[in-house]
């Protein structure tokens, strides 16, 4: 979204509206320090970032593009120093989730509150390669989470999970 122009000024906006307003924005990352200034301008308690990590540096910059990890890795590490709140979205896949917990560590390291996990649907894009078995997904969740407790985050839709994967129809 910060590609668009005018976007650091919607955020403001939607803000001045009501002082009960959040904004939650889910970005990719990659232009987020060109706009950090203008961002913490605003209530910036009131905005939360939720920032697409798709992996360590192999996987996500195989899906984003070469050099797009140490490029977020850098904005995130600027984010977390002035004090705005982000957390890592992912979606699990086949290939990262054995790396769950890695991925949390690196989360915390980069300043993350925590994590939001997205179950992958064989649908659009995604493929049954990608998809990870209940079972297998279960445990590495279940691996996550007690990482993101061990380092005080937490996964913020775990219920959410719960109720729509890990639940009989």
Known sequence: PFVYPDFCQTIDYV???DPAHHVAVL?????????LAELMEMDHERIHLQVSLDGLKEEHDFLRGR???SRLCENLQ????VGLAFTISGAV???????LN????????LGAGGLHLMYHF??????????VPVVRLFSQ??????????????????EAMKAQVFTVP
């Open 78 to 81: 600027a984010a977390a120093e």
């Open 27 to 35: 970005t990719n990352g990659l232009l987020l320090q060109e706009h």
């Open 102 to 109: 890695k991925i949390a560590r690196q989360a915390h390291v």
């Open 15 to 17: 803000l001045q509206q």
């Open 122 to 131: 064989v649908r659009g894009k995604g493929t049954s390669g990608q998809f």
């Open 141 to 158: 969740i279940v691996k996550a989470a007690e990482v993101c407790r061990e380092l005080g985050m937490k996964i913020d839709n775990l």
């Open 67 to 69: 050099n797009t990890y």
């Open 93 to 99: 896949n086949n290939v990262n989730v054995g790396r």
